[in-house]
């Protein structure tokens, strides 16, 4: 059985009790489809007041998600078909700015809580949910509301695969738990052992490690085979000393307990796996056979190779955030902050940076490890991220 509940750093997140679902005049009350009877929506509501109160109390965050559409239902983020096999045609329903999109009555927030309104299902789906978490120190999550085969259910899977620990208010939630098939990320406890949960003082967060993110130092980018002949052996020249400054800094900070990132870009020849910004893929990737995975343009340059301990991450897009665990593997590390180098300025680094800095991370680039050497898009890095040189990071004990 997971360890109870850890009040200290949780965050209680309430989905959806909105009176379109559960009131009687609401858009289900209206078609005769509510979820539960009257009775056990005040029950689950009086839970749901119950567990709000205690985590206001214990400092925590309460989080609630509502679901507004536009009447046209252009915004709208569920999965194709779900609300005309749930309820029929949704057309009325969860309208932003009507009665029905707002919140039951006797629920809702109050001052200090957090309110995310969206179009999907899951709460962390397009929206800054896990940033919020992050900012706050939040490590479990309680889930309430519903509907639990819906916005619970997606919730729970989002949360799970971020890494928190999430547990499921089984008797605050509708339509009852009873009627569903369990969720395997989250684990159910009762309202009663939420508020047993001890809530000692909050423990301060720790400063979390550092770790060395080294990206897209393959062939292709730092020794192209094409191109005027001074110019690719000025190329080679500059380019090589950025391979032997990343080299010896993975040495110096896995040493030092650091842990060490690898990137590379790859993909398929027929590109269906490519993740590339589509008006400058042909021009990135130029000819058919580059970057294609096991080819040489696509392996680390000579000089650089990861140690068994190190971790190496393939991406098929410019950010190494976008569809890869980085996130996560980087949060089961315990990082906060991260030494970038490799490139481009303007393209993979300048997209990890820009990306890793939305989610909270803190950075640092290394200027004489960067390419293209030069690169006036440097400056605008300094926006988002303190800038040093080899010789410093070598420099610390």
């Given at each position: 059985m997971t360890a109870p509940i850890d009040i200290a750093r949780a965050a209680l997140i309430v989905t959806?009790?909105?009176?379109?679902?559960?009131?009687?005049?609401?858009?289900?009350g209206r078609m005769q489809k509510r979820p539960m009877s009257d009775g056990e929506i005040a029950a689950m509501a009086e839970n749901i007041r119950r567990l709000a109160a205690r985590f206001r109390a214990a400092g925590r965050p309460v989080i609630w998600a509502r679901s507004a559409f536009r009447e046209d239902f252009a915004d709208c983020a569920w999965g194709p078909g779900w609300a005309e096999r749930y309820f029929?045609?949704?057309?009325?329903f969860l309208i932003e700015g009507s009665a029905g999109a707002g919140w039951l009555a006797g629920l809702a927030p109050e001052t200090g809580d957090f309110v995310i309104t969206r179009?999907?299902?899951?709460?962390?789906?397009g929206s800054a949910l896990d940033r919020i978490l992050a900012n706050l120190g939040v490590g479990d999550l309680l889930l309430a509301g519903g509907p639990l085969p819906a916005s619970l259910s997606?919730?729970?899977?989002?949360?799970?695969?971020?890494?928190y620990?999430?547990?499921l208010a089984g008797d605050a939630v509708f339509p009852p738990l009873a009627t569903y098939p369990s969720i395997s990320s989250a684990q159910a406890i009762t309202t009663d052992e939420a508020l047993a949960a001890p809530a000692s003082a909050a423990q301060p967060m720790p400063a979390g490690r550092s770790a060395f993110l080294i990206i897209d130092m393959q062939n292709h980018f730092l020794f192209p085979q094409k191109g005027d002949e001074a110019a690719r052996q000025k190329n080679f020249a500059r380019n090589s000393e950025l391979v032997r400054n990343c080299a010896?800094?993975?040495?110096h900070l896995r040493a030092k307990g650091w842990p060490v990132i690898w990137l590379k870009t790859g993909r398929r020849a027929d590109r269906i796996d490519t993740a590339m910004h589509k008006l400058r893929e042909d021009i990135l990737l130029g000819g058919d056979s580059l970057l294609l995975d096991g080819t040489w343009g696509a392996e680390?340059?000579?000089?650089?190779?990861?140690?068994?301990?190190?971790?190496?991450?393939?991406?098929?897009g410019q950010s190494g955030f976008g569809f890869t665990p980085l996130h996560r593997a980087l949060r089961n590390l315990g990082v906060s902050h991260c030494l970038l180098s490799g490139g481009a300025a303007s393209g993979c680094l300048g997209a990890t940076l820009r990306d890793g800095a939305a989610l909270g991370y803190r950075f640092a680039v290394v200027e004489d490890a960067l390419y293209p050497v030069g690169s006036?898009?440097?400056?605008?890095?300094?926006?988002?991220?303190e800038m040093r040189k080899t010789a410093e990071v070598l420099g610390e004990p």
């Amino acid at each position: 059985m997971t360890a109870p509940i850890d009040i200290a750093r949780a965050a209680l997140i309430v989905t959806d009790v909105q009176a379109d679902y559960l009131a009687a005049d609401g858009f289900l009350g209206r078609m005769q489809k509510r979820p539960m009877s009257d009775g056990e929506i005040a029950a689950m509501a009086e839970n749901i007041r119950r567990l709000a109160a205690r985590f206001r109390a214990a400092g925590r965050p309460v989080i609630w998600a509502r679901s507004a559409f536009r009447e046209d239902f252009a915004d709208c983020a569920w999965g194709p078909g779900w609300a005309e096999r749930y309820f029929g045609a949704p057309r009325g329903f969860l309208i932003e700015g009507s009665a029905g999109a707002g919140w039951l009555a006797g629920l809702a927030p109050e001052t200090g809580d957090f309110v995310i309104t969206r179009g999907t299902h899951s709460v962390f789906a397009g929206s800054a949910l896990d940033r919020i978490l992050a900012n706050l120190g939040v490590g479990d999550l309680l889930l309430a509301g519903g509907p639990l085969p819906a916005s619970l259910s997606d919730t729970a899977r989002g949360g799970a695969a971020l890494g928190y620990r999430v547990f499921l208010a089984g008797d605050a939630v509708f339509p009852p738990l009873a009627t569903y098939p369990s969720i395997s990320s989250a684990q159910a406890i009762t309202t009663d052992e939420a508020l047993a949960a001890p809530a000692s003082a909050a423990q301060p967060m720790p400063a979390g490690r550092s770790a060395f993110l080294i990206i897209d130092m393959q062939n292709h980018f730092l020794f192209p085979q094409k191109g005027d002949e001074a110019a690719r052996q000025k190329n080679f020249a500059r380019n090589s000393e950025l391979v032997r400054n990343c080299a010896a800094m993975a040495d110096h900070l896995r040493a030092k307990g650091w842990p060490v990132i690898w990137l590379k870009t790859g993909r398929r020849a027929d590109r269906i796996d490519t993740a590339m910004h589509k008006l400058r893929e042909d021009i990135l990737l130029g000819g058919d056979s580059l970057l294609l995975d096991g080819t040489w343009g696509a392996e680390l340059a000579d000089g650089l190779t990861p140690d068994p301990a190190d971790y190496l991450l393939y991406k098929r897009g410019q950010s190494g955030f976008g569809f890869t665990p980085l996130h996560r593997a980087l949060r089961n590390l315990g990082v906060s902050h991260c030494l970038l180098s490799g490139g481009a300025a303007s393209g993979c680094l300048g997209a990890t940076l820009r990306d890793g800095a939305a989610l909270g991370y803190r950075f640092a680039v290394v200027e004489d490890a960067l390419y293209p050497v030069g690169s006036k898009y440097a400056a605008v890095l300094r926006d988002y991220a303190e800038m040093r040189k080899t010789a410093e990071v070598l420099g610390e004990p």
